[in-house]
Nanobody, 124 residues
Framework: QVTLVESGGGLVLAGGPLRLSCSASGRFFMSYAMGWFRQAPGKEREFVAAISRCGDNTNYADSVKGRFTISRDIAKNTVYLQMNSLKPEDTAVYYC?????????????????WGQGTQVTVSS
């Protein structure tokens, strides 16, 4: 069983930065990708970013390209999401996800384990 714990969410002014962290524990494949998804009130969960196990392959939603950066610390089994130039439309609950394969897919269907989520609120 895999446990994912997100942290770093909060309230931030538009234009400001925020960094999310997600730590993975438990039993999982050595080759695994991790990703971030988000869900705003009344909307479906959407892809934000994902990264391969080695960090050599990343994938971003068009809406966050150039503003968000995903990275990981393999030794710590931790993935980060650095969010810059935040906009009110980035307000959502952000979820960390893990899949038992190295390819950083954008579809949530490929991910096996999910965290509980952390709230990010961007005020204008």
């Amino acid at each position: 069983q895999v446990t994912l714990v997100e942290s770093g969410g909060g309230l931030v002014l538009a234009g400001g930065p925020l960094r999310l962290s997600c730590s993975a524990s438990g039993r999982f494949f050595m080759s695994y990708a991790m990703g971030w998804f988000r869900q705003a009130p009344g909307k479906e969960r959407e892809f934000v970013a994902a990264i391969s196990r080695c960090g050599d392959n990343t994938n971003y939603a068009d809406s966050v390209k150039g503003r968000f950066t995903i990275s990981r610390d393999i030794a710590k089994n931790t993935v980060y999401l650095q969010m810059n130039s935040l906009k009110p439309e980035d307000t959502a609950v952000y979820y960390c996800a893990l899949r038992g394969g190295s390819i950083p897919y954008a579809s949530s269907l490929h991910y096996d384990s999910w965290g509980q989520g952390t709230q990010v609120t961007v005020s204008s």
